[in-house]
Each structure stands twice: as structure tokens, then as C-alpha cells.
């Protein structure tokens, strides 16, 4: 069983996916975190992010064993990775890896931007997870905000902003719904409702596939 859930930044796709994992006893994969750790390395190489050969080389020398870094969780880091991700041959080097990672049995959640529509087209179930960019942005800020980082709710909406408008334009893969995705619209959902309502999806899907035609 494979489910693929995308959105853009700080839509609650990583919280969901991880609570989907946990209620059916299946991995979870928080694909952000393999650019974000791209993005890193390429950093302490002391190169450019906008240099496409060494992304690659630092995706295709990647250590999984250091996606646990708690370093990958900032803000600098999530816009570092915003443009590593743009470069193909990035993505070309990381696919593999998460193709394998879903075949984990007896299932595996992947969460990102291109899992439905280049990563896993036929995961067994898509959701595409949006929420208005304002409780988004209110959402993250207050995550910081406990975390104790030194941010305003200005700098964070615009940031998330300019994240979406990378992740959507580029041409490698960009975040978009895949046309068999379920949208699921989280603006006036807590994670409860949120969860309950990916359950929902997940159940319907399912039934639905297995239904006699
Ligand atoms: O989900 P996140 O904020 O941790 O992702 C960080 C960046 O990585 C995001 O701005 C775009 C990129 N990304 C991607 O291009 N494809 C994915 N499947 C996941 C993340």
C-alpha cells in the first residue's frame, strides 16, 4: 500500500502523514527533508545552491542516516531547499531512493510536492492537501515561535509565499494536484478534523478500488 500526499509548504501534509502511518502500521517518508538535507550539504561545501552539478553530487552522495538533523528544520534551510529542488538532476538522484522507500511492506505514507503525479503515479491512494497561505503562514509562525526562533508573522507569510511560487513555477516537477488526487482543503480544519477527514479519503478510495465492478 502506497499513499501519496503533496501540498505546499506548511499545509500540514508532514503531521497528517505521519498520523496516517502510525494508524495503519505503515513508514512514513517526509521527502522535504531529503532536499532540505541536499541543500545543507551543498552549504557547508561552500558552494552555490544554484550550482545544479553540485546539488547533484551532494543528492547522489546523500547519507539517510543524517535526515534526523535537527539543523534541517529552519527557515533558512526550507528556502535553501526550495532551490536545490528545482534542479533536475537533483531529483533525478533522489528518485530511486523514495521509489524504494515506498515499497517498504506492508506500506509506506510519502509526503512532498511530486509524490502523486512523478514519484509514485500509482500509489494506491493521492491526497493533495491545501490550506489558505494566511493560516498557513499562522500555522508555521507559531511552530517557530515555540521552537523559540526570532521570526514575524510578516517574514514567515512572505517567505512561505515566495516557497510557493518557486515550488510551482519550476519546471521539474512542479507542486501540482495529480489529476486522480483528492483534494483535501485543511483552512478551517484542526489536525483532528484534518486526520479524520484523510482517514475518510484513505477508507473511500480503498473500498472503492477493491468494490466488485
Ligand atoms: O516540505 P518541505 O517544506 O520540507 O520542503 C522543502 C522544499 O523541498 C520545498 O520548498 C520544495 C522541495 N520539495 C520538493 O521539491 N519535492 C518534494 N517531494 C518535497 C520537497
Known sequence: MIIAIDGPAA?????LAQRIAGHFGYVWLDTGLL??????????????????????RAAAALDAASLGDPALR????????SVVAKHPSVRAALLDFQRNFARTPPGAVLDGRDIGTVICPDADVKIFVMADVEVRARRRFEEYVRRGENVTFEEVLDVIRQRDARDASRSAAPLQQAPDAVL??????????????????????TTRRSAPR
Request: net charge negative.
Open 184 to 205: 483535501l482543503d485543511t483552512t478551517e480544519m484542526d489536525i483532528e478534523a484534518a486526520f479524520e477527514a484523510a482517514l475518510a479519503i484513505v477508507s473511500y478510495v
Open 35 to 56: 532536499y532540505r538535507a541536499v541543500a545543507r550539504d551543498v552549504l557547508a561545501a561552500g558552494a552555490d545552491l544554484e550550482n545544479e552539478a553540485e546539488g547533484a
Open 11 to 15: 499545509s500540514g501534509k508532514g503531521t
Open 74 to 81: 529552519s527557515t533558512a534551510i526550507g528556502e535553501a531547499a
